[in-house]
């Protein structure tokens, strides 16, 4: 038998498998903990906005999962290590982490206050290494860990400097971690995804198109429609399932074809583009 023959229709499934999903009350982090939980996963859930979690939580439940919440701030260390405390005392392992929890705010590099890219970072990216440092012990018997990044992380971000820079910081240190764990069967991918609007994302467009922005990103991916943030909520699971399990150090790109178009462009006078040079 050659690898891959032995998937089969449950290859996609996490039965029993213990997923912590960051920032789950909203977005890409609600869709992805309530399709996991359909797929069999057992979930340790956090976020800031307590209501929301635990209506999540309570959808989990009801699938028949069980569920672990925790109301925190994941730029906050020690909430953190409570929360993966918490995690071990209560199901002794993680098989999969799906860091997810991130944000930003509309404004030009130069208008960025130290103490606005200070935020950035913490919430972009030191909170990722935070989290995969103390959650890593506990993938004793390998795992998956799933970044979401963003377009931002492969073009430029006009109006996002320091988060899409935070971005990139993600996307190579999944590379350099998929070597670094790949001995202790741990593998380590990001999803960049674009094109599918939660509410801070159109809160954040919303921001940018009321401000005199030089640039403006692309408003329908090729594809021709926009999604639900359930598109990349599956392409976490297929990162979290046996059906990758030789798929480590790499981004899938779930956009509807915006990073393949390049994303950003100078809106212009239509008329501006027949004049003579």
């Known amino acids: 038998m050659t690898p891959g023959d032995d998937f089969d229709e449950r290859s996609i499934l996490l039965t029993d498998r213990v997923a912590v999903v960051t920032g789950a009350a909203r977005g890409i982090g609600r869709a992805t903990a309530l399709l996991f939980a359909r797929c069999g996963a057992s979930l340790a859930l956090c976020d800031r906005e307590a209501g929301l979690l635990a209506e999540v939580a309570a959808q989990v439940e009801a699938l028949g999962r069980p569920v672990l ?40 590099f130069l208008d960025t206050a130290p103490r606005g890219e200070a935020s950035l970072i913490a919430e972009n990216f030191t909170q990722v290494t935070h989290f995969i440092r103390r959650v890593v012990p ?29 971005k990139t910081a993600v996307s190579s240190l999944a590379k350099t971690l998929a070597l670094e764990l790949g001995a202790r069967g741990i593998r380590v991918n990001n999803i960049a995804s674009d094109g599918q609007p939660s509410e801070g994302e159109k809160a954040a467009r919303a921001e940018m198109l009321s401000t005199d922005m030089e640039y403006v990103p692309a408003f329908l991916p090729p594809l021709g429609h926009l999604a639900s943030p359930g598109e990349s909520a599956g392409a976490a699971l297929f990162l979290a399932s ?7 150090g790499t981004t899938i790109h779930v956009d509807g074809g915006n990073w393949a178009a390049g994303g950003w462009h100078r809106p212009v006078d239509e008329t501006a583009l027949h004049d003579e040079v």
């Open 69 to 108: 919440t925790a109301e925190l701030d994941v730029r906050d260390p020690e909430a953190v290590d409570r929360f993966v405390e918490a995690v071990e005392a209560r199901f002794h392992r993680v098989d999969v982490l799906v860091n997810n929890a991130g944000g930003t705010f509309v404004a030009p």
């Open 242 to 248: 046996d059906l990758s399990r030789f798929v480590t």
């Open 138 to 166: 506990l993938m004793d018997q390998g795992g998956s860990i799933v970044n979401l990044t963003s377009i931002e992380a492969h073009q430029a971000g006009p109006g996002f400097s320091i988060y899409a820079a935070m």
